[in-house]
């Protein structure tokens, strides 16, 4: 199979706990469940894309242990190619930690383990996988230097190269943006990047026209119940969200990554790409979990607003 859709990223197992109330530092409190649950931004990304009807192949890595086994079979399962998935013998896997309280606040702590392998050394041993796609997809759970490696690897194959710059605590190197056809952020993540606040639609506008400034192709910032904005040099274009019950959010931002990206290698246009994308994210906050959340092709093809 060659993938028409590559995601470089991270996998992580989701290690959820549910209890009545979050603890107080020191303090030791009883859970009323525990899962395991299959996660990594990168993951989440490869397999929305795939089961909305994307060939994908995933790039990235898991330690030598259980979970490492475990996450590549589920990115099987759902038909991810996994050639460039490296297992680092000594190294455990990446974990979240997370507990949910009963209000759905919650407290996360994200151990990176094998994902912080992931080098540019394996960007070029697996070029022949980039080679054969059309849109490449990163985030920034694996190590920086990584990820601008894809980056510009992509933009000297001509793919489509999307960027979701999650999760971001500093700006981009300035040298990025003219490798990145779509930076896609959410509200939190376009403002620490264009140092533009965010808390309405004119002002993500604002935010996004900073970021085409400094050189991103393009720009659609997720905003959630209020939808999506599209900013380029040339045209911006809101797109309103589709009517849904929310359960859970949790992977709603990378199944819409997913779904643009798997609607792009499909050959949609642009403005369809993205409608596609909205109805695939509102379907994924309909369910609980991360990717037992994220809908199939058909679910999305069946969609029908209230």
């Given at each position: 199979m060659q993938a028409n859709v590559v995601v470089a990223g991270s996998l992580n197992m989701d290690l959820v706990t549910r209890t009545e109330r979050l603890p107080?530092?020191?303090?030791?409190?009883?859970?009323?469940?525990?899962?395991?649950?299959?996660?990594?931004?990168?993951?989440?990304?490869?397999?929305?894309?795939?089961?909305?009807?994307?060939?994908?192949?995933?790039?990235?890595?898991?330690?030598g242990d259980a979970?490492?086994?475990q996450l590549r079979d589920g990115l099987l399962a759902d038909r991810v190619d996994c050639v460039a998935v490296r297992t680092v013998p000594d190294c455990a896997s990446g974990v979240a930690l997370i507990t949910v309280d009963a209000c759905s606040q919650n407290t996360i702590v994200v151990v990176p383990g094998a994902n912080g392998c992931l080098a540019a050394e394996d960007i070029r041993a697996f070029d022949h996988v980039l080679q054969g796609a059309q849109?490449?997809?990163?985030?920034?759970?694996?190590?920086?230097?990584?990820?601008?490696?894809?980056?510009?690897?992509?933009?000297?194959?001509?793919?489509?190269?999307?960027l979701n710059p999650a999760p971001v605590s500093a700006p981009l190197p300035?040298?990025?943006?003219?490798?990145?056809?779509?930076?896609?952020?959410?509200?939190?993540e376009a403002w620490a990047l264009s140092?533009?606040?965010?808390?309405?639609?004119?002002?993500a506008g604002r935010a996004a026209r900073r970021l085409v400034e400094l050189g991103a192709g393009k720009v659609i910032v997720t905003l959630g119940a209020l939808g999506a904005l599209f900013v380029s040099a040339h045209r911006?274009?809101?797109?309103?969200?589709?009517?849904?019950?929310?359960?859970?959010?949790?992977?709603?931002?990378?199944?819409?990554?997913?779904?643009?990206?798997?609607?792009?290698?499909?050959?949609?246009?642009?403005?369809?790409?993205?409608?596609?994308?909205?109805?695939a994210a509102a379907l994924?906050?309909?369910?609980?979990?991360?990717?037992?959340s994220i809908p199939l092709l058909r679910d999305v093809q069946g969609f029908k607003a209230p």
């Open positions: 107080r530092p020191g303090e030791t409190v009883f859970g009323q469940s525990f899962t395991t649950v299959h996660g990594g931004k990168g993951a989440n990304q490869a397999v929305a894309a795939s089961r909305l009807g994307a060939r994908v192949a995933m790039l990235g890595c898991v330690g979970y490492g086994v849109v490449l997809v990163c985030q920034l759970e694996v190590p920086m230097e990584t990820v601008g490696c894809v980056l510009a690897r992509g933009r000297e194959l001509g793919k489509v190269v999307i300035g040298h990025w943006y003219g490798a990145i056809d779509y930076l896609i952020p959410n509200e939190s140092s533009v606040p965010v808390d309405s639609l004119e002002s911006v274009m809101h797109f309103t969200a589709p009517k849904v019950e929310a359960v859970d959010a949790t992977a709603a931002g990378d199944t819409f990554v997913g779904g643009f990206s798997a609607a792009l290698a499909a050959g949609m246009e642009e403005d369809d790409a993205i409608r596609f994308a909205q109805v994924s906050v309909t369910r609980a979990g991360a990717q037992p």
